[in-house]
């Protein structure tokens, strides 16, 4: 009869052993990534990066003059220009209050 027939199968050490490990990778992997978006956001310097993005696309948009000031949420932006090699550059550095500091450096034509 080929219901009676043998199958092979793991011992139960092996499924245990098994299990464990992948337990084990998936709490490893789920530590990362919790890891790496607490970070992310425990800079908080999201919100400026953001802002420096648009302040970014408005200067090679021509939509804001060098040199550029203003304060964004307890973040204060400098943007100054200057030329290296004959090469139109530009420095956007944010500094909050506490002493962070976010700095950029661009080259536009």
């Known amino acids: 009869m080929v219901v009676l027939k043998k199958l092979k199968s793991a011992t139960l050490i092996e499924a245990l052993v098994a299990t464990v490990l992948i337990v084990v990778i998936f709490m490893v992997a789920s530590t990362i990534l919790n890891n790496l978006v607490l970070n992310t956001y425990s800079k908080k310097e999201y919100i400026v990066n953001y802002r420096l993005n648009v302040l970014e696309y408005e200067l090679q948009n021509h939509k ?12 204060k932006i400098v943007i100054n220009g ?7 550059t530009y420095e956007i550095s944010a500094v909050n209050d506490k002493g962070k500091e976010v700095k ?3 080259a536009y034509e």
């Open 64 to 75: 804001r003059q060098v040199p550029y000031e203003e304060v964004y949420q307890n973040w």
């Open 104 to 106: 950029r450096e661009r």
């Open 82 to 88: 200057k030329a290296k090699n004959g090469i139109d």
